[in-house]
């Protein structure tokens, strides 16, 4: 007789939820038996604007060279994040989307016995990674669907060795301010690595949140994860990077698989960061679409959770599971969030203003229904 192969998963692994992702377009019109032209999804975080005709390039000059293995150590897309970040290359980790920072932080720092502290509401992957090495996941209670920073902090003991905070968070949107981050990390013992997590750091610059590289040379044990994925428009080449120590680095360069980061996607980051006019334009057409969304919100007798990302969580007041349904069946896909603690919210990203209209639009038919 065959084992019980789901017995047999470590304990950790058995309690798990898989990642549930936003919704595919391609699926949605099979579903429906819908035109994916017309679908409008607003699920994923993604960059509305499509790619930037300078990564496109970049990627098709790189093309020629598919036979051979990517640069393993980055180097290029490293040195000019190194610049760009005020750091020393050895301090630059390189991922396969920031996701794959967090899982090597994992697995370089968590084990059975050991324990990860995160916040309620916080980015589904901190679970995964944390229960994926045995380790125990210290969810500690939101405040206002934000971080509770005094609270995670007293959740700490001897065997946390890490501590994921996002800022701002997804799928909430909340953000904590520069002397609040300041205070968390020069109370946080010394044996524990902070994780900031800062995947849409591109859309709150100048304003109150906090750059965490500012905090980089004071707190050996701060690491800051970023992402082409949100702002950069990359979602799909998976690249990510993380800034620490050299010794952080370092360590986890030990349990990286060798080639995490494929050749397009170098080639795609390095031309994206030269780019800074694809960056501005997703964020002007993000402050505009975050006012619209409001607005149209605002006209519905809805309230949301203020964000700083490029998406925001609207209050239904109801159940949102129906609302949902209603919307997929009007070819509108956006992203339920009660497998995040959060039944009554709908997570929006935010798109172009004729996807916004169409989203808001059919909200007001959906709700119209009953
Ligand atoms: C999207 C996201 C990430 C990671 O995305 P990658 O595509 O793996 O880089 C990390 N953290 C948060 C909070 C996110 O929303």
Redesign the pocket.
């Known amino acids: 007789m065959s084992g019980n192969f789901l017995a047999l998963a470590q304990p950790g692994v058995q309690q798990l939820s898989p990642y549930v992702p936003g919704k595919p377009v391609d699926e949605l019109a099979r579903e429906l038996n819908l035109d994916p032209a017309k679908i409008v999804k607003l699920a994923s975080?993604e960059n509305p604007l499509g790619p930037s005709p300078k990564v496109l390039a970049a990627i098709r000059e790189e093309l020629a060279e598919l036979t051979r293995y990517p640069d393993g150590n980055g180097f290029v897309l490293k040195s000019l994040l190194a610049e760009r970040c005020r750091v020393e290359l050895s301090q630059v980790t390189l991922g396969n989307?920031?996701?794959?920072i967090?899982e090597l932080v994992a697995r370089a720092y968590l084990a059975p016995g050991l324990n990860a502290v995160f916040s309620e509401h916080a980015?589904a992957?901190y679970p995964i990674v944390t229960q994926a090495v045995g380790a125990e996941a210290r969810v500690i209670a939101a405040r206002d669907w934000g971080h509770d920073l005094p609270a995670m902090l007293a959740a700490i003991d001897a065997q946390t060795r890490v501590v994921f905070i996002?800022n701002p968070?997804?799928p909430t949107g909340t953000w904590f301010g520069a002397d609040a981050l300041n205070e968390f990390l020069q109370d946080v013992p010394g044996h524990v690595l902070v994780v900031l997590?800062e995947?849409?750091i591109e859309y709150a610059e100048g304003g109150d949140l906090p750059d965490g590289l500012d905090f980089l040379a004071a707190y050996p044990n701060l690491l800051v994860?970023r992402?082409?994925?949100?702002a950069y428009g990359l979602?799909s080449l998976?690249v990510?990077y993380g800034l620490s120590t050299a010794v952080v680095a370092d360590v986890l360069n030990r349990v990286r698989q060798p080639f995490n980061v494929n050749s397009l996607a170098l080639a795609a980051a390095c031309a994206a960061l030269k780019d800074a006019e694809y960056l501005e334009e997703g964020r002007r057409i993000n402050e505009s679409g975050m006012q619209q969304l409001q607005q149209g919100f605002r006209e519905l007798g809805l309230g949301w959770i203020a964000s700083k990302g490029n998406f925001i969580c609207v209050d239904l007041a109801q159940e949102a599971a129906p609302v949902f349904q209603g919307l997929l069946r009007e070819g509108v896909i956006v992203r339920p969030v009660a497998n995040y603690g959060m039944p009554n919210h709908l997570r929006i990203t935010i798109g172009l203003p004729a996807e916004n209209s169409r989203f808001l639009e059919a909200l007001a038919k959906v709700l119209a229904r009953g």
């Open positions: 975080n989307g920031s996701n794959d967090l980015f992957v996002a968070n997804n997590d995947a849409y994860s992402t082409f994925s949100k979602a998976r990510g």
